[in-house]
């Protein structure tokens, strides 16, 4: 045990764990005899435990005080688990029906307890690497990302409000600074931490280090995320983050919450869709051309952002008149103006997403995490060939953001 | 007395409180007998003593649970003082040359003890008024933003450190939020507080409350303002927050200080000299036209911002391998990308100075809180003659500051 009270469980003190807490014990009905328990912490940062028993199931996360695919010589504070859980509660409230329900949290022990998402659901990386289809991903993704993100902003909160919650999530700076690590500076600099698929790769990954006008807009980004505290935002919002069946979703994982830039999460997911689309030629094969199931990945692109932006706009009009102090109503509820008002927000939305997106798409190409979606293609050759064209794809969507008026624009660059 | 210790002093009290506060009454030589005691709180919010001994002198301010020019039905946190003793220190220990220097805080009494900005110090607003040059003004006022500004924001500071002040300057919230409403808000709609030079400017004031474009850029501003924390911003750096001779520059009165948006001290400055521009020709008599003097306010304009762009650079450059985490060496340490990222940077900052400095304008000739250098304009149609040019400057400003590319070209638009 820590001097602080924190110690690691493992399965054998994980049992005396929940024996000694009653809303965690109470989930499997008080039965713990036979529990079936599975570390399946597949993530970089901390353990997770399946505890199933006869009549009810949880899942146990804890944090550990080091980045855990990295080892002990990267140290990164265990009380990211208490940003994860309020925002796990925070989300929610706010769309119970995408988010798993929290039964317990322990600040000392940085451990959450929380619903186990029981099978079929999986990580929607590996249902995408798959090639699976779910028809009601852009419909879930948007409404979550509406949800979330307009009840946390100035739209429908008060000043009083949102800067008291600024402050609190200013707490989780270390988080902030391993993304403005990852994310906006090491892909664009030497770091040991860097990799590619090499030496395909090589002159491209360098290209980028050598890029002036990437590095102008990524400072952009960078500034942004640093400094613009619009929304409470996942922090951390790929397809790693959401579990999938044919008809529900889920987004876990947001221990990289704080209050940050709306486009942050919006480009998070909607780059990773594009990652999966380069990587869909690496695995096709003669059984499945793949085809098909890029034309899908694109339409659900366009009906993520199109559906968020309704809904978005929905909410914003249906409390037009509440709290929020953003857009007073005496001053701003006059139809003409508040499409006008709204046009622009979205627009700007729109670029700052796409810039985001770009930016975690590139980062994933030639920075320190990779994705699945281009690492289980076995042919280096290949797998670079595919990373190459995401690569692009994301260095013009950086530099070019502002000149796309739709989504359905930045799609057809690619068709 | 108030159940959390407060109570109002007034002068006698205040003696008692001196005598037995060793920090002041060492600042008196410990000579307490004969002080000279005068109130001059001319401002809108607080109680100013200046305190006078044989062999000492210092400031005393109190601020009070509301605003006083309006009085106790519109209440406004006394914890205020504990946000500008902190700015103080902070900016002073940044800029000694232009701070005065706080000897003493107590936050149960939010009372400030500070040094005496002696005569012949005035506000500069007065100065500017009778027509006084203060040739080092451009030079001392860009020194201290550029300073102040730079040494706060993420080109100097790390993550973790700027994170933490942010965290602890959103306790400033209800004071952004009076700013929020008089200068980006009630402008904009009917409201109780406002008023014009009536019936002069009523169908400048409708307009303002009816142009849409104007209404799109502002609430554009109001958002950066609300979740933009660039830097520890002074938060009112209007003439009247800086006092002068002809050889002292002194900037006082930070309690609107938070992290926020850099162009909001800067626009309030420049803002402010336009306001003074513009009121001349109501100075003018046969005495002193002000033809002269009208040059000079705008060559100190462009001087201010030419100089602190030029200081701004230098402290970039000389700290380029320092502790700030926004442009890290490894990735920006390349002459002509560090050119390019600079003139970005300024660039945009210039943009967001002009945008705050045209609603610092706009709002003191249609909002609440009007300025001496109109007030004090005796004839009503020449002072709205005076102002309607200042507005219409506002509102061009406002909408095209994207426009300029310099001050000198903002400048060229007047002469």
Request: aromatic letters at 10%; proline letters at 4%.
């Amino acid at each position: 045990m820590e001097a602080d009270g924190f110690r690691t469980l493992d399965e054998k003190s994980l049992v005396e764990y929940i024996k000694a807490t009653p809303a965690l014990s109470s989930k499997l009905g008080n039965q713990l005899d036979g529990l079936q328990i599975k570390e399946v912490g597949d993530g970089n940062l901390n353990f997770v435990y399946i505890v199933v028993g006869s009549t009810g199931s949880l899942v146990i996360k804890q944090a550990i005080p080091y980045i855990r695919c990295i080892g002990e010589t990267w140290p990164m504070t265990k009380e990211r688990a208490y940003f994860e859980a309020r925002a796990l509660k925070e989300h929610g409230h706010l769309c119970p029906d995408h988010v798993p329900e929290v039964y317990h949290f322990d600040r000392t022990m940085s451990l959450i307890g929380m619903r186990y998402l029981e099978p079929p659901h999986i990580i929607l990386r590996k249902g995408l690497i798959a090639g699976v289809e779910y028809p009601l991903l852009a419909e879930n993704m948007s409404d979550y990302m509406a949800k979330t993100l307009f009840f946390t902003s100035l739209l429908y909160l008060s000043t009083t409000e949102h800067k008291r919650a600024v402050s609190e999530y200013c707490g989780n700076v270390e988080i902030c600074r391993l993304t403005e690590q990852v994310v906006f500076s090491d892909p664009y600099k030497v770091s040991q931490y860097n990799h590619c698929t090499s030496p395909y790769l090589d002159h491209d990954a360098e290209a980028v280090r050598n890029d002036n006008d990437l590095k102008l807009e990524v400072a952009e980004l960078k500034a942004m995320f640093c400094e613009r505290a619009q929304a409470l935002i996942h922090g951390d919002l790929h397809t790693g983050s959401v579990m999938v069946t044919s008809d529900s979703t889920q987004v876990i994982d947001p221990e990289f919450a704080f209050y940050g830039p709306m486009g942050f999460d919006i480009g998070a997911f909607l780059g990773n869709l594009f990652l999966s689309f380069f990587s869909q030629d690496g695995h096709a094969d003669q059984g499945n051309d793949r085809r098909a199931y890029k034309k899908w990945i694109l339409t659900t692109i366009e009906e993520t952002w199109n559906l968020f932006e309704k809904k978005f706009t929905t909410l914003w009009n249906e409390h037009k008149d509440g709290p929020g102090e953003a857009y007073l109503p005496d001053i701003y509820n006059n139809p003409k103006l508040q499409l006008l008002v709204q046009k622009k927000y979205m627009e700007n939305l729109l670029y700052d997403s796409l810039g985001f997106g770009a930016a975690k798409m590139i980062r994933r190409i030639v920075g320190v995490a990779h994705v699945e979606d281009f690492e289980s293609i076995q042919d280096a050759g290949k797998r670079a060939d595919c990373e190459r064209k995401a690569l692009n794809f994301a260095k013009m969507l950086m530099k070019e953001r502002r000149g796309f008026k739709t989504i359905n624009e930045v799609v057809a660059t690619i068709q």
